[in-house]
């Protein structure tokens, strides 16, 4: 039986969607079978930085309403055979969605497949509280800044409260993914340390991402950044805390600033 992780935050723009992209094709690189799907219902991304946008015929809202057959709908990876996608609709709104309907795609795809990694929308709304629903585990992604941090502490008190999980008086198990860290910022205060963001959240930590151009562009070229470019920091990053996701124990080491001398002195000079 596979094992449902929701990839959620409280505040837009963090990282999620290409967070998701990035783990779950790091653990189909691990031997896993994966399968993406986008509850982002109306604001469709994933597919985009899957690179399959192209290939979307039918999508979640089709399946969940009846219109087309689940295995019509799976997208398969075309660089990892292991790797599928189940899109979002475009045209229309979350309301589309029900619980009983979510419920009949999940249960099989849990038969299927190890990790069904469900990319949550941003915020406490129906759509977000339809794709924690059924998680085994959670992954909250934020940013080192004190607005995301606390959003992600009421996405936190959700999952201990709005799960089948937390109504059988079982936990979701939850982890902590910080993105678009800079430790030369959190030296200076610009932003949070992760000591603070730990301590405010009381959550086992997953993963740091360092602040990388390398996922935009990953992104852009409709890669995930663990494909792309598997040699960047953030990649190698994201590689890790899929490992720690899948249960092996990874030492987890702190990003530093890594820039060159002229670098740090444009930048200091430019505060």
Partial sequence: MGKVVVVTSGKGGVGKTTSTAALGAALAQAGKKVVLIDFDVGLRNLDLVMGAERRVVFDLVNVVQGQAKLTQALIRDKRIASLYLLPASQTRDKDALTEEGVAEVIAPLKETFDYVLC???????????????????????????????RDSDRIIGLLDSRTLKAERGESV??????TRYDAARAARGDMLRIDDVLEILSTPLLGIIPESQAVLRASNLGSPVTLNEPGNAAARAYIEAARRLDGEHVPMALPTDKRGLLDRLLGRRAA
């Fill in 119 to 149: 990319d949550s929308p941003a915020g406490i709304e129906r759509g977000a509280q339809l794709a924690m629903r059924f998680a085994d585990d959670a992954v909250i992604v934020t940013n080192p800044e004190v607005s995301s941090v």
């Fill in 173 to 178: 198990t939850k982890h902590i993914l910080v």
